[in-house]
């Protein structure tokens, strides 16, 4: 008989009252898991908030000591590098100081790398070649308390030196001396021009005398024969005359003149020549009382240095006679960098000739300009009371494209206005309101451009979106809030700070890897 296969599942006997199998319920064992799921998500949190806080904090950090890093280097052979280097750092009251974290400690080194001497720097044991800057924080966190960890300690280090050759600069610096200089700057506790006299210390006091040579400019322009009662410590103020008109293409500085009846009035708006006596060495930490140039700016104590004049405001042909007086120096020391400092509020406000071509102070600002043959019109186009800002961006855009020699213009914003605005006249014919950049309300090349936008446009690569040339402060009284300046100089409001942002641009230093021997 062949044995059969059965395919029925086998069944066990059943005994009276057996419930038959058990199931267990398993559903509670997954809460365990979950928990440890949940504490491992938290902790992945706080690694990704709390770390990624800290990667925030630390390049803040990083930013805050390379700025402080090439301040210093900037200064050195000077033995100050240590006090500049901490107020470029994150420390409190410093200029980087960041409310997000407190800098626990700074570290500032002096160092002798031979590698820098190997590039043309020297050093001794008073006079280091470069500059090492550490600053460390802590924060707390935030998740990862959970786990145990309270606060997280980051830190960065920065390096910098002077590079092997340092660009030495023609500098043109152009004041503004109109009255409305005299207006007080309660910021800055001073007048206007005294506080901007104080901030042009600052940058003389980081130029290398060595290297860089400094010229003076003022608007309006003066006589030749009074120019020096702004250096010479006399109370007597130099005598103005009415706006003459350089020209748009010289390579040479003369003086201008025009005819005051009978007799040839010499005019200039350099007051003083390209120099680098306003320190005896570039290892000075203080201005020479001897130079004209720190006497003409406040440096000599007890010494009343520019003045005030009772001009109005027109500043086109300050900076085609800066340009003019620039190019020259360049063409005599070969391997310099012409650079332009423009302060101002930027407001236009020159008035057109008498009829006939009489002229009496105070009331009219323009006049005959080189050999008496060149006038001001109302044409719109350099020399013009018509378009009178516009004109400035025009020769501020001739020196920054000037071919093969591009000068850099920085300019200063000292409470300009935003807003354009017609002059106001009552039913006499008589002023009764100035207006905002009047000339070029509906008229000009660049019509009805504000003071604030001819300061910003007159800056070396405004129009191709580089803002790093503009500056502003408006806190002055009878500033304009919404006149700021962009990118990284919008926090640097006060003039003193100003200069120095500028002392920095023009610096040589640079950041070398922290391990360079």
């Given at each position: 008989m062949t044995p059969q296969i059965s395919t029925e599942p086998e069944r066990l006997p059943v005994r009276r009252g057996d419930p038959g199998p058990t199931i267990l319920d398993e559903s509670g064992q997954i809460l365990p898991w979950m928990v440890m799921l949940m504490m491992l998500f938290l902790g992945f949190t706080s690694l990704v908030v709390d770390l990624g806080r800290g990667m925030l904090v630390r390049r803040q950090l990083q930013a805050s000591t390379d700025s402080a890093a090439l301040a210093a280097a900037r200064t050195l052979p000077n033995s100050n590098f240590s006090t500049v280097a901490m107020q470029y750092s994150s420390a409190v009251g410093s200029l980087n100081q960041n409310g997000a974290f407190t800098v626990d400690s700074i570290s500032i080194q002096g160092k002798c790398l031979t590698t820098v001497s190997s590039w043309g720097n020297p050093c001794t044991s008073t006079s280091p070649n470069a500059v090492s800057v550490i600053e460390s924080?802590?924060?707390?966190?935030?998740?990862?308390?959970?786990?145990?960890?309270?606060?997280?300690?980051?830190?960065?280090?920065?390096?910098?030196?002077?590079?092997?050759?340092?660009?030495?600069?023609?500098?043109?610096?152009?004041?503004?001396?109109?009255?409305?200089?005299?207006?007080?700057?309660?910021?800055c506790g001073a007048s206007q021009l005294q506080c901007a006299s104080n901030a042009v210390q600052q940058l003389l006091q980081g130029l290398a005398p060595s290297l860089d040579s400094v010229s003076l400019f003022t608007f309006p322009n003066v006589t030749s024969t009074s120019v020096s009662n702004d250096y010479d410590c006399q109370s007597s103020n130099p005598t103005t005359g009415p706006y003459t008109f350089p020209s748009t293409t010289s390579k040479s500085l003369s003086t201008m003149n025009y005819k005051n009846g009978f007799s040839t009035v010499q005019m200039?708006?350099?007051?003083?020549?390209?120099?680098?006596?306003?320190?005896?060495?570039?290892?000075?930490?203080?201005?020479?009382?001897?130079?004209?140039?720190?006497?003409?700016?406040?440096?000599?104590?007890?010494?009343?240095?520019?003045?005030?004049?009772?001009?109005?405001?027109?500043?086109?042909?300050?900076?085609?006679?800066?340009?003019?007086?620039?190019?020259?120096?360049?063409?005599?020391?070969?391997?310099?960098?012409?650079?332009?400092?423009?302060?101002?509020?930027?407001?236009?406000?020159?008035?057109?000739?008498?009829?006939?071509?009489?002229?009496?102070?105070?009331?009219?600002?323009?006049?005959?300009?080189?050999?008496?043959?060149?006038?001001?019109?109302?044409?719109?186009?350099?020399?013009?009371?018509?378009?009178?800002?516009?004109?400035?961006?025009?020769?501020?855009?001739?020196?920054?494209?000037?071919?093969?020699?591009?000068?850099?213009?920085?300019?200063?914003?000292?409470?300009?206005?935003?807003?354009?605005?017609?002059?106001?006249?009552?039913?006499?014919?008589?002023?009764?309101?100035?207006?905002?950049?009047?000339?070029?309300?509906?008229?000009?090349?660049?019509?009805?451009?504000?003071?604030?936008?001819?300061?910003?446009?007159?800056?070396?690569?405004?129009?191709?979106?580089?803002?790093?040339?503009?500056?502003?402060?408006?806190?002055?009284?009878?500033?304009?809030?919404?006149?700021?300046?962009?990118?990284?100089?919008?926090?640097?409001?006060?003039?003193?700070?100003?200069?120095?942002?500028?002392?920095?641009?023009?610096?040589?230093?640079?950041?070398?890897?922290?391990?360079?021997?």
């Amino acid at each position: 008989m062949t044995p059969q296969i059965s395919t029925e599942p086998e069944r066990l006997p059943v005994r009276r009252g057996d419930p038959g199998p058990t199931i267990l319920d398993e559903s509670g064992q997954i809460l365990p898991w979950m928990v440890m799921l949940m504490m491992l998500f938290l902790g992945f949190t706080s690694l990704v908030v709390d770390l990624g806080r800290g990667m925030l904090v630390r390049r803040q950090l990083q930013a805050s000591t390379d700025s402080a890093a090439l301040a210093a280097a900037r200064t050195l052979p000077n033995s100050n590098f240590s006090t500049v280097a901490m107020q470029y750092s994150s420390a409190v009251g410093s200029l980087n100081q960041n409310g997000a974290f407190t800098v626990d400690s700074i570290s500032i080194q002096g160092k002798c790398l031979t590698t820098v001497s190997s590039w043309g720097n020297p050093c001794t044991s008073t006079s280091p070649n470069a500059v090492s800057v550490i600053e460390s924080a802590t924060i707390p966190t935030f998740f990862a308390r959970v786990v145990g960890i309270k606060t997280l300690k980051v830190s960065a280090m920065s390096t910098a030196s002077r590079g092997a050759n340092p660009q030495p600069y023609n500098v043109a610096i152009i004041l503004d001396t109109t009255p409305s200089m005299n207006t007080n700057d309660s910021n800055c506790g001073a007048s206007q021009l005294q506080c901007a006299s104080n901030a042009v210390q600052q940058l003389l006091q980081g130029l290398a005398p060595s290297l860089d040579s400094v010229s003076l400019f003022t608007f309006p322009n003066v006589t030749s024969t009074s120019v020096s009662n702004d250096y010479d410590c006399q109370s007597s103020n130099p005598t103005t005359g009415p706006y003459t008109f350089p020209s748009t293409t010289s390579k040479s500085l003369s003086t201008m003149n025009y005819k005051n009846g009978f007799s040839t009035v010499q005019m200039t708006y350099q007051i003083l020549g390209f120099s680098g006596d306003y320190r005896s060495s570039d290892k000075s930490t203080t201005l020479s009382t001897t130079s004209n140039l720190s006497k003409a700016v406040g440096g000599k104590s007890n010494c009343t240095g520019i003045q005030t004049s009772n001009e109005n405001t027109y500043y086109a042909g300050a900076i085609y006679a800066a340009q003019s007086a620039l190019l020259a120096q360049q063409a005599a020391n070969k391997g310099t960098q012409n650079v332009i400092i423009l302060l101002s509020d930027g407001n236009a406000t020159g008035k057109e000739q008498n009829p006939g071509g009489a002229w009496s102070a105070g009331s009219n600002d323009f006049a005959t300009g080189i050999q008496s043959t060149t006038i001001a019109d109302n044409s719109g186009n350099y020399p013009s009371w018509v378009g009178q800002c516009g004109q400035g961006i025009d020769a501020a855009h001739y020196a920054s494209n000037y071919p093969n020699n591009p000068t850099t213009v920085y300019t200063i914003a000292y409470g300009s206005l935003t807003t354009s605005q017609a002059d106001v006249y009552n039913r006499f014919g008589q002023l009764t309101q100035s207006g905002n950049c009047a000339s070029d309300v509906n008229a000009g090349k660049h019509q009805n451009v504000s003071p604030c936008q001819a300061m910003q446009q007159m800056s070396s690569g405004w129009s191709t979106g580089d803002k790093s040339h503009f500056y502003s402060d408006y806190y002055v009284t009878g500033g304009d809030s919404g006149c700021q300046a962009g990118d990284q100089n919008n926090t640097t409001t006060s003039l003193n700070n100003i200069f120095k942002s500028i002392l920095v641009n023009l610096t040589a230093a640079r950041l070398i890897p922290n391990e360079t021997p």
